[in-house]
């Protein structure tokens, strides 16, 4: 027993520990987004299984999980497989003209001034008013999506490219030309480094872009993919099977999201992690 | 007197602007080799100016500044920088950062030989338990002993150290002034330091050069000595000099100071 009297008291077992907090309360982070999922599921089948509301026009998780079914035993991998080989095209345009022509408007003050207004008129237009004459210059098939996604992700890629170069911290490039960098190693060892939290927005924003691009292209016309299969079950009432879509896209936006988490730690680790990260 | 061939840099007449307006006028200095002169003056003064001018950031529009003989472009091996606001690489760890120079400069070493370079200076201003660390998860303190151990470690013959201690709080900024100390003692180098800290000017150096206001001319030179501490006229001395320091450096602070408030309208 210590007293209030008597000065730091060590008991004979070491200092006194305040008691570890339990699992659940240091967890909390974790568990309670996934409470709250449950709880949303929950209350969305108990109230679908109370006909509160015409099957034709919404579903609940048993129904739509019935339609997921059915996707998977049908034509769900084959449009997947199209869609992302639409997506994935798209973005190698993307980041193929975007990176370099990035970097090239960063560099240069004059070329910056003459393209700048451009490049940011384009970025804050809807692109996607679009998607009908990519359909008229590369037809039905993945060609109009490819294209689509291009030029939705290549904008955010060049802008967050640009920023990123011309954001470099000009004492560090005095700092290494002072150490006797030469101008490739000032590129490797300033530049770049400096550039790679704004390559990783960019992706990020460009992903999302992407995403819209290829469904709404595929949702406008199109023969299969993942875009066009939530039309079709849409347009004949098979709203589970159209819900069950909806939610395959949610399920796959999250995933990319958290791999782009990865990558940006993988790729950029000394910076401090953003509050909530 | 010394002869020319330990003349460590050579300013001649040199004068500088930006535009109109004259940064730099007809300064003449020479520092001889393992001298540590300090620059000080007023904010303004081109202090900074004339340091970059020595680092080959900024060439003058009159007049020649020479090191060891040569032109500023020619010795750039031989000197080293370390900056106010560290400038270390967010993106390196210390070790990354002390190796920067020696794999740009040192490519006549082995990998082996410049990591172990880099190791040996970390260790002397003790940083050798955070090798692996990044600037972020470091002090401002231990930031600008990985800048010091950087500008040692390529091993120049002239530092050139532009406010080091500015952005460090006081007892830090006492910490690293003695490790500086007793760095530059142990492998003599020659320092040029800019800093308008008066009493890290007149501890530190062999020689004080005080600045005008803009444009800025060298207005005294002084040699602190102050014999030991021990002795009973040491503080007396010191006093001395500092009082007659700190007159002209305030005189051109007040300068200054009647110029901004002058302009404003």
Redesign the interface.
């Given at each position: 027993m210590s007293t209030m009297t008597k000065p730091a008291p060590v008991s004979p077992g070491g200092p006194v520990r305040r008691p570890e907090p339990s699992w659940l309360k240091k967890n909390e982070k974790r568990w309670l987004p996934v409470v709250t999922v449950i709880g949303i599921f929950t209350a969305w089948e108990i109230a679908g299984n109370m006909n509160l509301w015409d099957p034709l026009f919404f579903s609940h998780p048993s129904v739509i999980w019935d339609g997921f079914l059915s996707l998977t035993t049908g034509p769900l991998l084959s449009d997947l497989r199209v869609t992302g080989l639409e997506f994935l095209l798209g973005m190698m345009i993307a980041l193929g003209i975007g990176v370099p022509l990035g970097i090239l408007l960063g560099t240069s003050k004059r070329l910056y001034w003459a393209f700048d207004p451009v490049v940011t008129a384009l970025y804050s237009t809807p692109i996607l008013v679009l998607t009908p004459l990519m359909v008229i210059w590369f037809g039905l098939g993945i060609g109009s999506k490819v294209a689509n996604v291009a030029i939705l992700a290549v904008f955010p890629v060049l802008i967050n490219m640009m920023e990123g170069v011309r954001n470099t911290d000009g004492?560090?490039m005095?700092?290494?030309?002072?150490?006797?960098?030469?101008g490739w190693?000032i590129q490797k060892?300033?530049i770049f480094?400096?550039v790679?939290p704004f390559f990783v927005t960019g992706l990020r924003l460009a992903i999302g872009k992407g995403m819209i691009a290829v469904v709404v292209g595929e949702y406008i016309a199109a023969t299969e993919g993942i875009g066009y299969r939530i039309r079709a079950d849409a347009e004949v009432f098979n709203t589970p099977r159209y819900l069950a879509g909806v939610l395959i896209m949610v399920v796959v936006s999250v995933i990319i999201m958290a791999l782009i988490k990865v990558l940006e730690r993988k790729l950029?680790?000394?910076r401090?992690p953003v509050l909530g990260e | 007197m010394p002869g020319t061939d330990n003349i460590a840099i050579s300013v001649d007449h040199v004068t500088f602007g930006y535009g109109k307006e004259v940064i730099l006028q007809d300064i003449s200095i020479d520092v001889v080799e393992g001298e540590f002169v300090s620059l000080i003056g007023p904010s303004g003064c081109g202090k900074s100016t004339l340091l970059s001018m020595f680092d080959g950031v900024v060439r003058p529009d009159v007049g020649t500044v020479r090191i060891f003989g040569s032109t500023v472009q020619e010795t750039l091996k031989q000197r080293a920088m370390v900056f106010q606001n560290f400038a270390l690489m967010p993106w390196k760890t210390v070790r990354e950062n002390v190796l920067l120079g020696l794999n740009y400069r040192r490519t006549d070493l082995s990998k082996k030989e410049r990591l172990e370079l880099a190791r040996e200076y970390i260790n002397r201003v003790g940083l050798t338990h955070a090798l692996d660390l990044y600037p972020h998860q470091i002090s401002g303190g231990m930031q600008q002993r990985v800048g010091i151990a950087r500008a040692f470690a390529v091993q120049p013959r002239l530092l050139l150290m532009d406010e080091p201690f500015g952005a460090l709080d006081a007892q830090n900024a006492e910490l690293l002034r003695e490790d500086l100390l007793k760095l530059v003692a142990e492998e003599r180098r020659t320092v040029v330091f800019v800093t308008h800290n008066l009493d890290e000017a007149l501890q530190m150096s062999d020689r004080v050069l005080l600045m005008t206001a803009r444009p800025g001319t060298i207005r005294d030179e002084v040699r602190p000595d102050f014999g030991p501490k021990t002795s009973a006229e040491y503080r007396e001395r010191y006093d001395s000099q500092r009082d007659l320091l700190w007159d002209h450096l305030k005189s051109e602070v007040l300068t200054v100071q009647a110029r901004e408030e002058g302009q404003k309208p």
């Open positions: 004492s560090l005095r700092a290494a030309k002072s150490f006797g960098a030469n190693a060892d300033v480094p400096s790679v950029a680790p000394w401090t | -």
